[in-house]
């Protein structure tokens, strides 16, 4: 009955996505990844769908990815009073990752974009909390969703069963060449983070 009702509705699809990404910009367990895959899937059975989907989903990710830093944002404004939340702001740490995002934001963005479980959704907050310039935001943002987004959609698309093995064979060697950037790139951002020196606030009290 469930199958049937959505091979019946499947022509919504796109806005049905559009409205999931949104409600995942509320931080709702919504997974964008598995949307895009699913994306992916539909339109290989459905190709009358791909403009639409591709539409809907770009700008349902660039939506849901702006909610999160303005949320970001208004916490750090409406909890700025209290001592901890100053703290954070103040920190050495703090003006470390925005210094590596004012640098390398890009590649901080495309990467992250790539790993799922939350991650991107702690770098968008983080963005607003620690008031990376919006504009910034925006030009990182968006075009590393363009790429992270149409780079998973067109992977499964052609992994798909109508595909020819070529063009799997292909498929399978960016994905494996993406997967050793992405992890080489997180290593790399660890270490950073662990070689972050200690606040002064800190120092002085160990002194």
Same mark, same amino acid.
Request: proline share 3%.
């Given at each position: 009955m469930i199958t049937e009702f959505f091979l019946s509705n499947v022509s919504y699809w796109p806005l049905a996505v559009f409205i /999931?990404? &949104?409600?995942a910009g509320f931080n709702l367990p919504i997974s964008e990844d598995a949307l895009i895959i699913a994306s992916a899937a539909i339109c290989q059975e459905k190709p009358e769908l791909l *403009?639409?989907?591709? *539409?809907? &989903?770009?700008f349902g990710i660039v939506l849901s990815d702006l909610l999160c830093y303005f949320w970001g944002f208004l916490v750090s404004k409406g909890l700025s009073g209290f001592k901890f939340v100053?703290?954070?702001l103040e920190s050495n740490k703090k003006t470390i990752i925005m210094n590596r995002l004012e640098k390398t934001g890009f590649i901080t963005f495309v990467t992250i974009r790539f790993i799922p479980f939350g991650m991107r959704n702690? &770098? =968008?907050?983080?963005?607003? =909390? =620690?008031h990376l310039k919006l504009w910034k935001f925006i030009l990182f943002d968006w075009i590393a969703a363009l790429? #992270? #987004?149409q780079t998973l959609f067109w992977l499964i698309f052609c992994l798909g069963e109508s595909s020819s093995l070529w063009q799997k064979l292909i498929?399978? /060697?960016l994905l *494996? *060449? &993406?997967?050793? =950037?992405v992890f080489h790139t997180v290593k790399g951002i660890r270490?950073?983070?662990r070689a972050c020196p200690p606040d002064s606030a800190s120092e002085q009290k160990q002194l």
């Open positions: /999931a990404l &949104l409600l *403009v639409p989907t591709l *539409v809907f &989903l770009y100053r703290k954070i702690a &770098l =968008f907050i983080s963005s607003g =909390f =620690f790429i #992270s #987004s498929c399978a /060697a *494996v *060449v &993406l997967l050793s =950037f270490n950073d983070l």
